[in-house]
């Protein structure tokens, strides 16, 4: 296709979209709106699979080795749990070694505010251990039975019932997610169809000469695809920059806040670590919701 054809088409998608102002704005507010109900979920969503995984990070089992364990064993202990594999894949992802003064220190803090508790409390009261870490919150109970079978492990404690919530909180999340996006998929596609709908119906008998003299389908319906993106991407584009204020200054306003203090391990993350994937999937859904609208509106015109 020649650049002057290419020219053409995209100067009548832009003059499509002045020449029907007002069905063009009310499209572009309804956009808007479902673009910035997506960004406000989106950003929700990122946010909260950001927190959980920062609290998987920290959900590590702890593995109590043996009262007399020597300090080979010790170290052979260690090196069997670094190298235990699920799917043939390492497992582990940190792994920490606590020995009996630690865990007497550790324990002589909490109970600070208590008196004499620790006055019948020795350091050897306490076993040395290893806090473990997985890569993946789903290999837990996997990781767990292995390191049971390890010879000179005596116990491993690991919140469960807290891992199991959090991987179906993260799952949650994401089919919510996805539910929120097919549906204002399927909105922004019937308000932009119907928009371009009306430009279509109002040059009907255009279409009609155009057809009689020869323009192939595609001559004819791309000025109305490149219109239908256009609308997508200035949608896109607007709910980008609301969002970007919006979320920074609540964002700020959160990190201020006592909540915020007192949940200390909580972070938000910044605008800038979530943009280039809105973005893309901005961009992604306004020429895809603009080329999708203006092919299903033109179908009755066209014969197709």
Known sequence: MKYSVIGYLISEGFKNVFKNKKSTFSCLGVMCATMLMFGIFFAIAQNINHIVSTVEEA???????KQDATEEE?????????NIKVNDALAINKLERVSKQQAYDTMSERLKETPHAMDFVTVDSFKESFIVNVTDLSYSSNVKAQI???DGVVSVRSAERTIETLLSL????KIFTLVILVILVVVSLFIIS?????SVHARRKEISIMKYVGATNSFIRAPFAVEGVIIGLASGLISILIICLGYNSLAN??????????????SLLSFGDMVNLIIIVYIVLGVGIGIIGSTISMRKYLDV
């Open 59 to 65: 959900q590590g089992m702890q593995a109590f080795v």
């Open 74 to 82: 010790m170290i052979q202990i260690e090196n069997q749990i670094k």
């Open 148 to 150: 049971e079978q390890i």
């Open 170 to 173: 993260g799952n949650g999340i």
């Open 194 to 198: 119907n928009t371009i709908k009306l």
């Open 253 to 266: 306003k959160f990190l201020a806040s006592s909540l915020a203090q007192t949940l200390k391990t909580v």
